[in-house]
T-cell receptor, first 113, second 112 residues
Framework: DTAVSQTPKYLVTQMGNDKSIKCEQN?????MYWYKQDSKKFLKIMFS???????INETVPNRFSPKSPDKAHLNLHINSLELGDSAVYFC????????????FGDGTRLSIL | GNSVTQMEGPVTLSEEAFLTINCTYT??????LFWYVQYPGEGLQLLLK?????DKGSNKGFEATYRKETTSFHLEKGSVQVSDSAVYFC???????????FGTGTRLQVFP
């Protein structure tokens, strides 16, 4: 059973399009995250939600909009995709806020043509 | 600000060699420290953690000790295997925040 699952695994699209990435966790965790990993493997947090409430929003362009319909899901919608958005996006979850270990999905590789 | 510095990779070793991957941190207060591992094509997995000074985290033969005096959390393993080949990330969460701050990652390549 996959604990944190993301779909799709690969996403290839053209500049200017709008796309969504879905994330679901079956761990019963309260907190979920989105990270961006660039081509040099550097990981940076984008957003975090706790019980459907936004708690971290790191200077991310407003073309990126997270949505948490319930605490088991955190989706990421991206408008007007740009070349610089090409990266691997990871979803993660933790039992609650603070220094709890985070469980990661396998990532979504987004390629902008 | 808070940051994590890791040694540049790749680290290339023969099977059964001793491994050290250096990690130092800068943080206000008392952060919790983590090592995550990323195997090719996969997400990150928690390898070990330590939440206070002198704590030793260990898992799968890997160890790291939280050294407050040197602000370090070096990862060690006595005898590496080919299956340990992966990218290793050192990370911290500062007490009272929710942000996991990662180092740049160190690629380990183990050859038979």
């Amino acid at each position: 059973d996959t604990a944190v699952s993301q779909t799709p695994k690969y996403l290839v699209t053209q500049m200017g399009n709008d796309k969504s990435i879905k994330c679901e966790q079956n761990l019963g965790h309260d907190t979920m995250y989105w990270y961006k990993q660039d081509s040099k493997k550097f990981l940076k947090i984008m957003f975090s939600y706790n019980n459907k409430e936004l708690i971290i929003n790191e200077t991310v362009p407003n073309r990126f909009s997270p949505k948490s319909p319930d605490k088991a899901h955190l989706n990421l919608h991206i408008n007007s995709l740009e070349l610089g958005d090409s990266a691997v996006y990871f979803c993660a979850s933790s039992r609650d806020r603070g220094n709890q270990p985070q469980h990661f999905g396998d990532g979504t590789r987004l390629s902008i043509l | 600000g808070n940051s994590v510095t890791q040694m540049e990779g790749p680290v290339t070793l023969s099977e059964e060699a001793f491994l050290t991957i250096n990690c130092t941190y800068t943080a206000t207060g008392y952060p919790s420290l983590f090592w995550y591992v990323q195997y090719p094509g996969e997400g990150l997995q928690l390898l070990l953690k330590a939440t206070k000074a002198d704590d030793k985290g260990s898992n799968k033969g890997f160890e790291a000790t939280y050294r407050k005096e040197t602000t370090s959390f070096h990862l060690e393993k006595g005898s590496v295997q080919v299956s340990d080949s992966a990218v290793y990330f050192c990370a911290l969460i500062r007490f009272g925040t929710d942000k996991l701050i990662f180092g740049t990652g160190t690629r380990l390549q183990v050859f038979p």
